[in-house]
Nanobody, 115 residues
């Protein structure tokens, strides 16, 4: 059974930093792209960043230069380092993996950027 568990969210002031973690189980972690999405109430869930199995990464334009996605295949964990946070980064952050025709999500972790 595939499981994704996010952690690391919280309240941070504008300009601050947080590091999110996504621990995966039930998959051969190293071969799958893992993505971070975020969602605010009443809005769609948007892609933030992806870590591909070959080591490449991709980011949505609004977080480029501020967020860094990385993975530790030995720990089956993907990280999202978020720097220079802005109030508009406030959202629930989810990690995601697609295995065949199925898509799996974690439970999400809240990030609130506010003074």
């Amino acid at each position: 059974q595939v499981q994704l568990v996010e952690s690391g969210g919280g309240l941070v002031q504008p300009g601050g930093s947080l590091r999110l973690s996504c621990a995966a189980s039930g998959i051969i972690f190293r071969i799958y792209p893992i993505s971070w999405y975020r969602q605010t109430p009443g809005k769609q869930r948007d892609l933030v960043a992806t870590s591909f199995s070959g080591g490449t990464t991709d980011y949505t334009d609004s977080v480029k230069g501020r967020f860094t996605i990385s993975r530790d295949n030995a720990k089956n964990t993907v990280y999202l380092q978020m720097d220079s946070l802005k109030p508009e980064d406030t959202a629930v952050y989810y990690c995601n993996v697609r295995v065949g025709s199925r898509t799996y999500w974690g439970q999400g972790t809240w990030v609130t950027v506010s003074s």
